[in-house]
T-cell receptor
Framework: KQEVTQIPAALSVPEGENLVLNCSFT??????LQWFRQDPGKGLTSLLLIQSSQREQTSGRLNASLDKSSGRSTLYIAASQPGDSATYLC??????????FGKGTSLLVTP | DTAVSQTPKYLVTQMGNDKSIKCEQNLGHDTMYWYKQDSKKFLKIMFSYNNKELIINETVPNRFSPKSPDKAHLNLHINSLELGDSAVYFC????????????FGPGTRLTVL
């Protein structure tokens, strides 16, 4: 059974810092990995999708990497802003088609 | 022009009642999902339909029954509601299976009293 772990559970940084969120998964036979953002009381917004054959994806200040063999992914956020404050969720798709989520990293960027 | 919409946004009801949550997507996607986010914020898949056919049915009490009248809709009916059913329920859709980004609705917060 796939288990997805995210470290740290919570993170507080001053504005302008670069930061890294970590995600690990136990079953490396994934089809893809997806990073989401969830704001309090809101739904999920997809940030980046990395297919199993890819090593990384970039969107603006976000860069996600995937090392499938070691069961790890990182989300790099450059020059963090207060508007980046949210919970970041990592999820993988195995043969069951559905997303298996981690418990998220709660990020607070202080002005 | 909302991509994935859910109604209602909030639902407060008594134990033992039967309730439904509706989901619609206007993206032309073939696959739709229901996820449950518990009080600890952990998201877990409940069901998935592809072209109106059930393809995922996780270990969910049979009080929960999904219904897909067409590709654009996946409704969730819950019988005999229990306190433990209180959670946020998210609907999602994707173009196909496996390789595609999933798009989420805003969620329905269900509170069972």
């Amino acid at each position: 059974k796939q288990e997805v772990t995210q470290i740290p559970a919570a993170l507080s940084v001053p504005e302008g810092e670069n930061l890294v969120l970590n995600c690990s998964f136990t079953d490396s036979a994934i089809y893809n990995l997806q990073w989401f953002r969830q704001d309090p009381g809101k739904g999920l917004t997809s940030l980046l999708l990395i297919q199993s054959s890819q090593r990384e994806q970039t969107s603006g200040r976000l860069n996600a990497s995937l090392d499938k063999s070691s069961g790890r992914s990182t989300l790099y956020i450059a020059a963090s802003q207060p508007g980046d404050s949210a919970t970041y969720l990592c999820a993988v798709v195995n043969s069951g088609y559905a997303l298996n989520f981690g418990k998220g990293t709660s990020l607070l960027v202080t002005p | 022009d909302t991509a994935v919409s859910q109604t209602p946004k909030y639902l407060v009801t008594q134990m033992g009642n039967d309730k439904s949550i509706k989901c619609e997507q206007n993206l032309g996607h073939d696959t739709m999902y229901w996820y449950k986010q518990d009080s600890k914020k952990f998201l877990k898949i409940m069901f998935s339909y592809n072209n109106k056919e059930l393809i995922i049915n996780e270990t969910v009490p049979n009080r929960f029954s999904p219904k897909s009248p067409d590709k654009a809709h996946l409704n969730l009916h819950i019988n005999s509601l229990e306190l433990g059913d209180s959670a946020v329920y998210f609907c999602a859709s994707s173009p196909g299976l496996v390789l595609d980004t999933q798009y989420f609705g805003p969620g329905t917060r269900l509170t069972v009293l």
